[in-house]
């Protein structure tokens, strides 16, 4: 630390020598009033007919001064720490007392001597003076403070990205924070008017030179302070960023600030979600609110990612009713808590249950009788139902086909099942059970009810995908572990992957299978390493990353559509329809004797009889791939 600290003492000075000193910082500026009225040029005598006119003044000067510095407290804030209510206080303090001068200088005329307390021209610049001093004082001591506990290494050079109020606030804070030793270098701004000029005293660069200012100066980090800011935009700083080894950090929405208020401490890492995120998806908000609006909405797997992402949309449009379906007990309590908290929502009813259990089901249905269903309950997890294919037969199998059932039998409106990519040319037992769960709702598309089926890939941060994983391995100092140094996969945001689903749901009339644009696929290995580097680690020397294998009926990547699938366009630019497949009658009569055999044969013979419905699943490195030389 420097030397200049030993000028404060560790304790705050006793309020009576702040008040002696501003009194005598009063005293002064009367002074100089005095001074600049006479030109510095009176003689002797002038200086002895002033003060025996004012003799008795100075004395009501000092006592009037005292009262009203007392009164308003200006001794009570500690000089180091002097904030802008601080400074109010001062002006609103030497107004106040000057103010009385007038006063008792117009008493003092009319009723005592003919005299005035002080000339009018010495009240105004003592005045002027007197706050001037009293301000600069303080501002002095403050600075010095703030200098003498900067650390005496080299500062670490921040950029702020965004010039606008947010970035205005997060370099006060900064520069306000005594405990960190960072210096803001400048900020980055997109908009052309305000690059070169200053704000505050630091440069505005326009944004394209950012890699440029990366390789000539040593910055430590990049704050993004812009809300709302266009993912594709923030995605490429952030890549430039990690490219050079610079940390990124960003200032999060106002709305989650500690009571109102902004710290250095809620300056946030950047997220991988941050690097992913593509620009946000324009729904149809009118046919979504005539859709939903006043109707009895049911989401089973209400508790899951994928499901209570549906859940908080859905609430948005305002329906009837919104019916919310899980057997974990312990995510529905959370979700539950979470909704109590929100103000003006629509009603909602929380139904612990299994999808399995028809009698649950049935009941469900005719105590709510929901006209909209959107199907999101199902185990996903490709290892753990390698090894349990009964119960992915069981909950995915079964578990939609009686809702399905039950959808046609009480004329729901519109059912939108929720499957994967995995269900395309599976290669496992979770995804050739969501193959099997998409031909039960195709096949039901001939009553009432419309029966629409959605279909995407990976869902960021949802429960047990591989980015929590890779947090937690981070955390724990690694290895970071990847599967192959090959796999690849597609990602898409919550939000976003529930918006295309509540479009798809609006836009379908029934029978088709609505494929989302996932953008371009990621390869995973890739995705540790920035994860990595966002965490402000160093690859091979913090942390390592280990390649354990492919897990049985693990693909290298994932697929959208089928060989025998072709797409069409629709409204939306993110939307596709995969043509129908034609089905062969006897593949029902089969998933029949599939959902028979749960729970009474073995499972090699079990997944022999889902390879039969869905010939074109073939298994990967698992157990069952004998199944397939036969």
Not at 35 to 40: N, S, T, Y
Request: glycine share 6%; hydrophobic share 45%; net charge neutral.
């Amino acid at each position: 630390m420097n030397n200049t600290i030993n000028m404060f003492p560790k304790k705050n000075l006793p309020r009576w020598i702040i008040i002696l000193i501003d009194l005598f910082i009063s005293a002064f500026s009367l002074a100089i009033a005095y001074l600049i009225r006479f030109d510095i040029k009176a003689d002797d005598a002038q200086w002895r007919l002033e003060l025996g006119i004012v003799k008795y003044s100075i004395i009501v000067f000092f006592a009037v001064r005292l009262i009203v510095f007392f009164s308003f407290g200006i001794q009570k804030g500690i000089v180091r720490h002097t904030s802008t209510s601080d400074f109010k206080r001062l002006f609103l303090a030497t107004t106040t007392s000057s103010v009385i001068f007038v006063i008792l200088g117009i008493v003092r005329y009319n009723w005592i001597d003919n005299y005035y307390l002080f000339p009018s021209s010495i009240i105004v610049i003592e005045y002027v003076f007197c706050f001037f001093f009293l301000a600069v004082s303080r501002f002095i001591v403050k600075l010095l403070y703030l200098e003498s506990v900067k650390s005496s290494s080299e500062q670490q050079l921040v950029l702020i990205y965004g010039a606008g109020v947010s970035g205005l606030i997060a370099k006060r804070i900064i520069e306000k924070d005594v405990r960190i030793n960072l210096k803001v270098f400048g900020f980055l701004d997109d908009n052309n008017r305000i690059s070169g000029n200053r704000i505050e005293g630091v440069e505005v660069f326009h944004t394209s030179k950012l890699e440029e200012i990366l390789q000539k100066n040593k910055i430590h980090q990049v704050i993004i302070a812009i809300q709302n800011l266009d993912p594709e935009k923030r995605s490429c700083i952030v890549e430039k960023c990690i490219d050079a080894g610079v940390e990124v950090k960003k200032v999060p929405n106002p709305k989650s600030w500690i009571n109102g208020a902004f710290t250095t401490n809620q300056i946030a890492q950047v997220n991988i979600e941050d690097l992913l995120g593509r620009t946000p998806i324009v729904l149809n908000q009118e046919k979504l609110a005539d859709g939903l609006k006043d109707q009895v909405v049911l989401v089973t797997g209400a508790a899951g990612s994928i499901g209570s992402g549906i859940v908080r949309q859905v609430l948005e449009y305002r329906p009837k009713l919104v019916v919310l379906l899980d057997q974990a007990e312990s995510a529905m309590y959370d979700l539950e808590f979470e909704l109590n908290q929100l103000k003006d929502i629509p009603p909602f009813e929380i139904v612990i249950g299994d999808i399995c259990n028809e009698e649950r089901m049935e009941l469900l249905f005719d105590t709510f009788k929901p006209s909209w269903v959107f199907h999101a309950a199902a185990y996903k997890h490709v290892p753990m139902m390698e090894l349990n294919p009964s119960e992915a037969v069981r909950n995915n199998v079964k578990g939609t086909k009686i809702l399905v059932d039950l959808s046609n039998k009480k004329a729901v409106h519109k059912f939108v099942m929720i499957s994967t990519d995995k269900a395309v040319n599976p290669t496992n037992v979770m995804g050739a059970s969501k193959r099997i769960a998409e031909i039960i709702a195709q096949a039901a598309n001939n009553g009432q009810t419309q029966f629409i089926t959605t279909r995407f890939g990976n869902v960021l941060g949802s429960n047990g995908s591989v980015i929590p994983l890779f947090k937690r391995q981070i955390e724990q100092g690694g290895p970071i572990t990847v599967t192959d140094e090959r796999i690849t996969r597609y990602f898409m945001t919550i939000p976003e992957a529930c918006q295309l689903v509540l479009e798809a749901g609006i836009m379908g009339s029934g029978g088709e299978i609505y494929v989302f644009d996932m953008g371009k696929s990621v390869r995973i290995v890739d995705l540790a390493k920035k994860m990595i580097q966002l965490s402000g680690l160093e690859l091979g020397k913090d942390i390592e990353i280990r390649f354990s294998g492919l897990r049985p009926g693990e693909k290298l990547y994932e697929e959208l559509l089928n060989d025998a699938e072709n797409v069409q366009e629709t409204h939306h630019p993110k939307i596709l329809i995969a043509s129908e497949r034609e089905v062969d009658e006897k593949v029902y009569d089969k998933i029949e004797r599939l959902l028979n055999a749960v729970g009474k044969t073995d499972n090699l013979s079990l997944v022999q009889m889902m390879k039969e419905v869905v010939p074109e699943f073939i298994s990967n490195n698992s157990e069952y791939s004998v199944l397939d030389k036969k």
